[in-house]
Every structure is written in C-alpha cells, then in structure tokens.
C-alpha cells in the first residue's frame, strides 16, 4: 500500500506561482509513475502531467510550459511547480501513483492523495 498527501494549495492572483508537495508513504520509489490531476467544479478530473518511473515528465497542453513535475532525490516527494496560474487552474489538484511506467489514464493510477484546493483569483 502506498499513502500519498497532498499539501501546497491556496488562493493565488493570476500570474502568481504556486508549488505542491506530494508526501509519500509505504511502498514507494521509482517503481511508480506519479501523476498530478485537477478536478474544476461541474468538470470531470483530468490529467496534469506525470513523472515517469525513468523521471522522465509529461504534461498537458493546457500546462505545457507554466508547470513543472519534479521529484527530490529520495524519490520520496513529487512537486508540482505551478507558475503563470490562470484563473481556469482553479481545481482540486490530485496526486496519484501508478504501477505503469506512464500512463494518463486516470483509471490506471491505483493510489490517490486527498487533494488539495488551488484557486486562482483574477
């Protein structure tokens, strides 16, 4: 079993930056992809971006370029990096954990954090 917790989140103006942590606990390392996805009020969740289980990094166009996906060398902790926020970032952001080398899919992410709310005002 792998325990993740989200942590970060806030109220931010657009333009503002913000970073996510992701704690993890448990069976961890980079046996794992660890995905970021958000959940709008009235949307379904989405894919964010992900760290492969080679720390390779993958994102969605809508943040292509404004956030960035790390790990610490402990592989203990994955980061999002948000910078440039615009206000339709407003979301529950969610970090997750798959036992596939990547994958967008939300489906194949097995462990899920309790999310963490990121709104940004205009």
């Known amino acids: 079993q792998v325990q993740l917790v989200e942590s970060g989140g806030g109220l931010v103006q657009a333009g503002g930056s913000l970073r996510l942590s992701c704690a993890a606990s448990g069976r961890t390392g980079s046996r794992y992809a660890m995905g970021w996805f958000r959940q709008a009020p009235g949307k379904e969740r989405e894919f964010v971006g992900a760290?492969?289980?080679?720390?390779?990094?993958v994102y969605a166009d809508s943040v292509k370029g404004r956030f960035t996906i790390s790990r610490d060398n402990a592989k203990i902790t994955v980061y999002l990096q948000m910078n440039s926020l615009k206000p339709e970032d407003t979301a529950v952001y969610y970090c997750?954990?798959?036992?596939?080398?990547?994958?967008?899919?939300?489906?194949?992410?097995?462990?899920w954090g309790q999310g963490t709310q990121v709104t940004v005002s205009s």
């Open positions: 997750a954990a798959s036992d596939y080398y990547y994958t967008s899919i939300e489906a194949k992410y097995a462990y």
């Open positions: 760290i492969t289980r080679g720390d390779d990094t």
